[in-house]
Structure formats: structure tokens, C-alpha cells
């Protein structure tokens, strides 16, 4: 038994990684064609796809490769319906007999353990780079709604003071926001409540923007 990483390939606007397991025993090829059935459906669920978006399709007879004794699909559930990642195909050994046949030359393995030549059968999961980036960023994508009057506004005004700032920046470090670099500095910062009415003033251009809205309402 070998592998080889056949690497990426573009294939039109698609991006396929290919995996080919060599087979000496053809007696071999059904029961590590269900292990790479299993091992891929487990690699999507193990990175985070939800398991009931995700399934194994076997390919129907008028739909099999005339070379292909199996090959399954590992489809996700899209918006737009059930979509195939990648296929696991059990080719057995028809492509380098074919090449063999149609090139003249043997496309043989050499087994420096025994001796002996042999033309592999091949397993092969070929799975879409592209398909599958979207797949894990469509699964993460979730939407939530939130009533307004639940929402509860709070700024840190002082600290957007530019002294405060320059101080706390450069004592390096990591920080969330400019209140937490503030707070890791040991400058006390307080929490004010604040509305969808609220200016946040940080120019001079603010100010008198915040002047002429407020004299237009009379205040």
C-alpha cells in the first residue's frame, strides 16, 4: 500500500486536492474505500461542520464511471440545497492500465521488499478547496435579531483623550479597545450610559455639527 499527494490542480474554476491510495490486492480496495469515506465525512465534522448539513451520497449506476466499482460524494447543505465538496472514488487500476495500453510503456510498482512488480489499484478522495472554504464560512454564518429596547448603550469618553492614549500606547501590549488599554494602565475609566441620540465628539467638525443639530431643536 503507498500515497501519493497529488497536490492541487485548477480545473476550470475549481481548485481539487487529490489524494491517491496504491493498492497491491484489489481484494483490499472496498474496505480502504470505506475508510476514506469515513475518514473525510469525520475531517468536516472534526473542523466544525454541522453534522446534519453534511452526508454521503453514493453515485447511482447510470451515473458510476464505467472504470469506478464505487464512488460516493461528501455533500454539503447549502442555501440552495444539498452541493458536492468532493468525491471518493474507488478507480481501481483502469487509469494506469490505460495509460500503459495507449503509451506503450509499463506503468508498473516496484516493491523493493519482495521483488515484485504490480499495477496499483487507486483510492482516490478528490476534494474542492474552493467548495470547501465556502462550506465552513456558509456553516459559521449565523444571523441574530435583537430588539432595540433590549439594547443597553454605554461609551468611556475619557478615553478618547489623546494624552491617555499616547500613554497607553505606548506601553505596548494588547488591548480589546482604548478603555481596556486605559484600564491596563491603571487610569480608572467609567462606564456612561449613552442612547442612539448621543454625539460622540471627538473633532472640532463634530462640535459644530452637534451645535447646529441642537440649535435646530431648539436647545
Known amino acids: 500500500m503507498r500515497m501519493s499527494l497529488t497536490g492541487a490542480a485548477r480545473r476550470g474554476d475549481e481548485v481539487l486536492s487529490e489524494l491517491s491510495m496504491l493498492l497491491r490486492a484489489p481484494a483490499d480496495a472496498q ?60 478507480r481501481g487500476d483502469f487509469d494506469l492500465q490505460s495509460h500503459a495500453k495507449h503509451s506503450g510503456q509499463k506503468l508498473e510498482y516496484f516493491d523493493q521488499a519482495t521483488g ?45 483623550r489623546a494624552d491617555v492614549l499616547r500613554r497607553a500606547m505606548a506601553a505596548g501590549g494588547e488591548a480589546t479597545d482604548e478603555a481596556a488599554l486605559c484600564e491596563r494602565l491603571g487610569i480608572p475609566v467609567a462606564i456612561v450610559p449613552v442612547s442612539r441620540f448621543t454625539f460622540k465628539i471627538t473633532t472640532p467638525e463634530d462640535l459644530e455639527l452637534a451645535e447646529a443639530i441642537l440649535a435646530r431643536r431648539g436647545r
Request: hydrophobic share 35%; net charge negative.
Open 116 to 160: 515484485s512488480r504490480y499495477v496499483p489499484h487507486v483510492i482516490e478522495p478528490a476534494a474542492g478547496a474552493d467548495r470547501a472554504t465556502l462550506a465552513f464560512l456558509v456553516d459559521a454564518y449565523d444571523e441574530e435579531t435583537v430588539e432595540r429596547e433590549g439594547l443597553y448603550g454605554a461609551a468611556t469618553p475619557q478615553a478618547f
Open 31 to 90: 474496505r480502504w474505500f470505506e475508510h476514506w469515506l469515513g475518514e473525510r465525512e469525520r475531517w468536516y465534522t472534526e473542523l466544525g461542520i454541522r453534522p446534519d448539513h453534511l452526508r454521503l451520497r453514493a453515485h447511482d449506476a447510470d451515473e458510476l464511471s464505467h472504470y469506478s466499482s464505487g464512488t460516493s460524494d461528501v455533500e454539503y447543505l447549502f442555501p440552495i440545497g444539498w452541493q458536492e465538496l468532493e468525491g471518493v472514488a474507488n
